[in-house]
């Protein structure tokens, strides 16, 4: 049996980093068997749908790598494959009124009156209303006479009071419900759109789909599938349900927390092959506990079975570790051109920008880590002299203002400013004058840069500030030791 996967997303906005990662492991699953991969639009929650949503949706499995085989722009023969355009075929209604006949669902023509006066039970947290099957009872003419009059009506699923019901998941293993626990949910609502859960049902299996992948919060619903698959006499399909993803105090990722879409990462400066590894890793991990993995790495090792049931934490700081990896690995001409908007943010000037980025691939995780490592080559920033003190390269203010007035003349008559250069003509001075090199160095990179970390050494910071600049600077450096 060839292995065939679904992404079913709702255009409801920006994509949640859970939906991504059922998404990726719905792609894993089928790929790493050489199954098919579908995308498939519901849209029949027409109250949640958000304009671009779709587009949303296409751009991030683009981006992401998470090619489908089948869709609404890829007819592989199970199409529409947007529900709303299945809704127009009549694909739902038909199967609603198959399971009427059978007696597994029925008409219900309660209004709201009397719906408000139906007892309530909690459950997972949440207030629901129980039907207690009223219109189960009706006789056959007296639903007629109610359709040819016009009432409005809703379809239910008439699920048995007695008797229990069990299904499996290849994660939670064998699970069983009491039957009196599943209300008679709604399958086709008031204005003829089927509800979320039986378009999901009818849709699988019309499309042939073999594994099912969506999260735990499911659970709770997957006897009801069952009971339709079952009404239905249709095979179900394999149930994988996937562990809660929570912040890093254990609370469930949500749209506050900053991070909690694919695109709100993306503006965070994370590098799309480093948020896909990253997601991979929610849940899931591979034999040998590597960490670090291309998309194609990845279909390879993927084993469903080793998703774990516990839940999943986001670790912002382990995920800009990651992003740092992808960053030093990355070839320079890729990493300049999504560096170069970031820099020029912060400069202005004429400056070697290529030079700059060269000097903080290695030393960023993110992104927008750029500006604070850079930003003094705008601007030298105000700068307290107690800087000129280190003690492991053995400098205190007074040793740092001689050295700059001594190497002041030198820089002034230096013509070449390229690295090399500038370094050469400082190793001579301090050969001859038997210093440390970080006796001469750190003052010269704390006068250039006004910062007690650089993403480089001095004569590069020299080479990029240049001539002018640097002698500028150089002579602040000294009028401010000398007030000192």
């Avoid at 291309?294 to 998703?307: N, S």
Wanted: negative net charge.
């Amino acid at each position: 049996m060839k292995i065939r996967t679904r992404y079913a997303p709702s255009p409801t906005g920006r994509m949640h980093v859970g939906n991504l990662r059922s998404a990726l492991y719905e792609f894993l699953i089928a790929k790493h068997d050489g199954g098919d991969f579908m995308l498939r639009i519901e849209d029949t929650d027409q109250e949640r749908f958000v304009e671009g949503a779709t587009e949303i949706i296409y751009r991030t499995m683009e981006k992401t790598g998470l090619i489908h085989d089948e869709g609404p722009d890829k007819d592989g023969g199970y199409g529409p494959y947007v529900q709303s355009e299945r809704m127009k075929t009549g694909i739902y209604m038909k199967y609603a009124k198959e399971l009427i006949e059978k007696g597994e669902a029925y008409y219900c023509f309660c209004d709201k009156e009397r719906l408000a006066t139906l007892k309530t039970e909690v459950v997972e947290g949440k207030e629901i209303t129980v039907y207690d099957k009223h219109c189960l009872h009706l006789s056959p003419e007296e639903v007629q006479a109610n359709l040819a009059a016009g009432i409005p009506f809703v379809i239910r699923q008439n699920n048995p009071a007695e008797g229990t019901t069990t299904f499996h998941d290849e994660l939670y293993g064998d699970i069983t419900v009491e039957n009196a626990e599943l209300d008679d949910m709604i399958l086709i609502k008031s204005d003829g759109y089927p509800t979320y859960n039986f378009a999901n049902v009818v849709d699988d299996h019309t499309m042939n789909i073999t594994h099912v992948v969506r999260g735990n919060e499911y659970l709770s619903s997957s006897p009801k599938y069952v009971r339709l698959y079952e009404a239905f006499g249709w095979d179900v399909p394999v149930y994988v349900h996937l562990p809660l993803i929570t912040d890093e105090n254990h609370k469930k990722l949500s749209k506050r927390s900053g991070h909690s879409s694919f695109e709100d990462l993306l503006e965070q400066g994370f590098v799309t092959e480093a948020i896909v590894n990253y997601i991979a890793l929610l849940g899931w991990s591979p034999e040998d506990n590597c960490e670090i993995f291309t998309l194609d790495e990845l279909i390879e090792k993927f084993d469903y079975h080793r998703i774990s049931k516990s839940p999943a934490v986001f670790d912002m700081v382990k995920l800009r570790w990651m992003n740092g990896e992808y960053i030093k690995a990355m070839d320079f001409d890729t990493f300049y051109e999504m560096a170069e908007p970031f820099i020029k943010n912060v400069i202005t000037k004429e400056l070697d920008l290529k030079k700059i980025a060269a000097m903080v691939k290695t030393r960023i995780e993110v992104l927008p880590d750029i500006a604070e490592h850079i930003d003094f080559f705008q601007e030298l920033p105000e700068y307290n002299v107690e800087m000129y003190t280190h003690k492991k390269m053995k400098t205190t203010t007074e040793t740092s203002l001689s050295v700059l007035k001594e190497v002041l003349p030198l820089l002034e008559a230096q013509e070449d400013y390229g690295n090399d250069a500038l370094y050469q003509m400082l190793l001579a001075y301090i050969q001859e004058k038997e210093y440390k090199n970080g006796y001469v160095m750190w003052p010269i990179r704390t006068a250039a840069s006004g910062k007690q970390m650089t993403p480089a050494g001095a004569t590069e910071i020299l080479e990029v500030l240049g001539k002018e600049e640097t002698i500028r600077r150089i002579k602040i450096g000294i009028e401010l030791l000398e007030n000192a």
